[in-house]
């Protein structure tokens, strides 16, 4: 995420000086005495060697305005005197800079030359109050760019404490956290930062959720990675989007959660909620869990799916034998009522589960509720497990108060995960 550019900021962060009036006053003062030049006191010498300098720095003859500005240095006595000179010194090193970057874009940058002139102006007594912000902001930029990570980040922060306002702060403040090594400072500053600007109706970049996905995920910070992940999904919850966080949590090698079957189940069918199956693989793989766990019926459905979206190509000859033996499958399973009965008497709730899950895979899914419910009144089950499936039921009926409380219930990773996934998900639907 690319927040500041490496360059000198000439034209933005310019001093001013070349506007200020460096004449005489109309009285003749007396020798030695300091005379007024635009608004500031100085001292004969460094007026007049300001006043040599000023013109030049003006028509950007830089190479004839650095000995004229050595004199201005050389002649500085008092604050205003050194305050000039150090304007004019920052004028002509970000004046050369700018001259530089604009004749050779891709040459190296040295700002250091920098660094001396905008230490005298932060601290000069003379600088006027509403130009201290911008060089303080810019102190912090140039030890930003030199890597001088908590230098930068005093500086940027002391920016900001006086009000300095650029769109570009907030995150400089953020990335500066984060390469002193303070992560969690700098997600927390983050968060801060997305927060208000979507309270004030402006939307954060998703470029801001991918770079905390991405520091946090290289800190191998896993829960942290995750929530941010949920973020961005729910802010940018497209297909693509969905896909890609759901794959990196819990189905590539070296996934930040290790999911059983049973989980991965549940997990390809957030993918299918989402809307985010992208090929032949996903759902012949979601279609394959289903067939191992002796859901035929949801098998047969997610085949038909991937076909009719033309996702699975019509030639897929192993896809067509998966939907044959699939429907066939479901057909044999025909009604579910005898083992319902079965599993309302049982002395515990591991049939209504399963009971409850052959529902879910035919779409009946209030019966599906219903067993689910059952089975945890019941006991002998895994809890977690259940509740995120009574959840996903609940949501496929557009229960979402009911969904969001029953994946609340839902405790220990990685099913308390998975529960989040599927709450990020609720959250975006109408």
């Not at 700098?186 to 402006?202: E, H, P």
Request: net charge positive; no cysteine.
């Amino acid at each position: 995420m690319k927040i500041i550019p490496k360059l000198a900021l000439a034209a933005v962060l310019a001093t001013g000086v070349g506007g200020v009036a460096l004449t005489a006053p109309a009285v003749a003062q007396k020798k030695g005495k300091e005379q007024e030049a635009g608004g500031l006191k100085l001292s004969p010498e460094a007026l007049k060697a300001a006043q040599a300098a000023q013109p030049v720095l003006q028509q950007k003859n830089y190479a004839a305005a650095d000995p004229l500005v050595s004199a201005v240095e050389a002649a500085a006595k008092t604050e205003d005197d050194k305050y000039i000179a150090a304007a004019m010194r920052y004028e002509l090193e970000s004046g050369k800079l700018f001259a530089a970057q604009q004749a050779n874009p891709n040459a190296p940058i040295d700002e250091a030359p920098l660094a001396k002139p905008l230490d005298v102006l932060i601290a000069s007594p003379s600088t006027p109050v509403t130009d201290k912000p911008r060089y303080v902001y810019r102190r912090g930029a140039l030890a930003y760019n030199g890597k001088q990570y908590p230098i930068a980040l005093k500086y940027f922060e002391q920016a900001q404490q006086l009000g300095y306002n650029d769109p570009n702060l907030p995150l400089l403040i953020v990335k500066a956290k984060m390469e002193t090594g303070d992560v969690a400072g700098a997600n927390a500053a983050l968060a801060t930062t997305i927060d208000q600007m979507n309270a004030s109706g402006q939307k954060a970049p998703e470029d801001y959720y991918k770079y905390a996905i991405g520091r946090a995920n290289k800190s191998k910070m896993v829960p942290e990675t995750l929530t941010w992940m949920r973020k961005w999904i729910v802010a940018y919850p497209t297909p693509q989007n969905w896909r890609n966080a759901l794959v990196i949590y819990g189905l590539q090698p070296g996934s930040l959660a290790t999911l059983d079957k049973n989980q991965k189940l549940d997990l390809f069918r957030l993918m299918r909620a989402s809307k985010s199956l992208a090929d032949q693989n996903d759902y012949m793989e979601y279609a394959q869990y289903a067939t191992d766990k002796g859901l035929p019926a949801e098998a047969e459905a997610v085949l038909k799916e991937g076909m009719a979206t033309g996702k699975i190509p019509a030639g897929n000859a192993t896809a067509k034998a998966m939907l044959t033996a699939a429907a066939a499958k479901s057909r044999q399973e025909g009604s579910l009522a005898p083992t319902e009965a079965r599993a309302k008497s049982a002395g515990d709730g591991k049939l209504a589960a399963l009971t409850a899950e052959a529902y879910y895979g035919q779409g009946n899914y209030a019966k599906a509720a219903e067993l689910y419910r059952t089975a945890l009144q019941k006991g002998g089950v895994d809890a977690g497990e259940v509740n995120t499936r009574l959840g996903i039921a609940l949501a496929a009926q557009g229960d979402k108060a009911g969904a969001t409380a029953a994946f609340d219930a839902v405790n220990g990773a990685p099913r308390a995960d998975l529960a989040g996934f599927w709450k990020a998900w609720l959250s975006t639907q109408a």
